[in-house]
């Protein structure tokens, strides 16, 4: 007895009809029930490069051989018709750091995608056996299991006490995870100061009318531009505000030439009245660079730890200097002050102008022909000699100098010709002879 086998043709045929005229040929060698495969050129057949097949079965019904066919790529095609997944694959940015925000619409730090996303590779077989492949993009989002009003109890990372169930769903899984673990670290900042400076005269200084007045070139703001520090141990520190772009300087809230005129015989800028002179400064600086939380989040305004909500970046202002210069003008005293007499007068330290002055000298022998003479721009209000015995200035002799004699001082000449004077009072002592002590005295 002949087992049934699979038998198949060695032939190829230019089509199916063919193929199928073959297998009726084959009728009479085949048994009842016997398969054979006969080959075929079909286009379509891209697995079995344009080769298909068929299976004849000889099947014999009312004692007549009849050959039923199977076309193998019919049952490739109709298998592969409909979606297919090909590939899921995560969408990451190339510096492996994920946006904060929803893509392109002004992500943060270069980013471009959102993170759990996803995208899928399909691919669907036409009915005229082409593939199509399309891609589609999911998240993986929160989904509530609490009821959506039920409020959060506690504060835990960045989610806050009574925030809703409902509100999370609008987060990612990571996003979720992320606010959990890692509280989120604002910005401490240091607001920016400014100082001023001058290379020419000391601060407090007293010098006299006429000398050189201050200018634009002896003086000098700095600029502190601030800090922003973030204590996450990661976070670089960054400055406030942007680097200095221009200062400006005032005299006396004014213009720098304010209380002040060129003389003639030097050709210099010069103090021409008394009193003191306040310069001040202020700086302009440019915007500040962006300003970020231990996230890398940058919203504006951003929440700081010690001064509420801030622009971001600080935007491009001016400060006033949280200092001053000031230069004191005013007119020297002189008078005939040592140990040994003589009738040249001796200038005393400067003093401010602004403050009542006090003077403590020696004063020589003096008797009304060899008389002691002070010459100030201020009246003398007191003149008191030590008392050896009491250990103070408590001998008063301010009668012994009399009524002073005003006269008007030329100091200098302005660029117009015009004298610049000072009222002087000249005191000449008249109290008879006196041995020589010192004298504490006092003017305003």
Excluded: C
């Amino acid at each position: 007895m002949r087992h049934l086998q699979l038998r198949r043709s060695n032939n190829i045929y230019n089509t199916i009809d063919e193929a199928k005229a073959a297998l009726t040929g084959q009728s009479a060698n085949l048994l009842d029930g016997e398969p054979i495969v006969v080959s075929y050129k079909d286009v379509t057949a891209t697995e079995s490069n344009g080769v298909a097949q068929i299976i004849g079965f000889k099947i014999k019904k009312n004692n007549v051989d009849t050959i039923y066919t199977l076309n193998l790529q019919d049952i490739i095609k109709k298998s592969k018709r409909g979606e297919t997944i090909k590939e899921i694959k995560r969408l990451e940015d190339t510096d492996g750091q994920y946006s904060k925000t929803a893509e392109d619409a002004h992500p943060t730090s270069g980013d471009t995608v959102s993170s759990d996303k996803y995208v899928i590779t399909k691919e669907t077989v036409k009915p005229d056996g082409q593939i199509e492949t399309t891609r589609d993009a999911f998240k993986l989002m929160y989904t509530n299991v609490s009821p959506v009003n039920l409020k959060v109890p506690e504060t835990i990372g960045d989610i806050e006490a009574g925030t809703t169930a409902g509100s999370l769903n609008n987060y990612t899984l990571s996003e979720i995870i992320d606010k959990l673990i890692f509280k989120t670290i604002y910005p401490t900042v240091t607001e920016p100061t400014a100082t001023i400076a001058t290379n020419k005269y000391s601060n407090g200084v007293s010098v006299k009318i006429g000398s050189e007045a201050l200018a634009d070139s002896n003086l000098s703001v700095t600029l502190n531009q601030g800090n922003v520090h973030v204590a996450d141990g990661v976070t670089a520190d960054i400055r406030y505000v942007g680097a200095k772009t221009t200062e400006a300087h005032t005299n006396n809230n004014g213009a720098m030439t304010t209380g002040t005129k060129v003389d003639r015989a030097n050709n210099k800028t010069v103090y021409a009245t008394l009193g003191a002179f306040v310069y001040k400064g202020t700086a302009d600086y440019a915007a500040g660079a962006t300003i970020r939380t231990s996230k890398g989040d940058s919203p504006n305004p951003i929440k700081t730890t010690n001064v509420g909500n801030v622009a971001n970046p600080h935007p491009a202002g001016s400060i006033a200097t949280s200092n001053n210069i000031t230069i004191n003008v005013t007119a020297p005293v002189s008078a005939n002050t040592g140990s040994t007499f003589s009738n040249n007068l001796v200038e005393l330290p400067l003093q401010a102008w602004t403050q009542a002055w006090t003077y403590q000298v020696q004063f020589p022998n003096t008797d009304n022909a060899n008389p002691l003479v002070i010459k100030t721009p201020k009246k003398l209000t007191a003149a008191n000699a030590f008392n050896t015995i009491s250990g103070k200035y408590d001998v008063n002799k301010l009668s012994g100098f009399g009524t002073p004699v005003e006269s008007d001082e030329t100091i200098f000449t302005d660029s117009t010709g015009s004298a610049v004077k000072v009222k002087y009072y000249t005191y000449t002592w008249k109290g008879g002879a006196l041995a020589s002590v010192k004298f504490e005295l006092k003017m305003n």
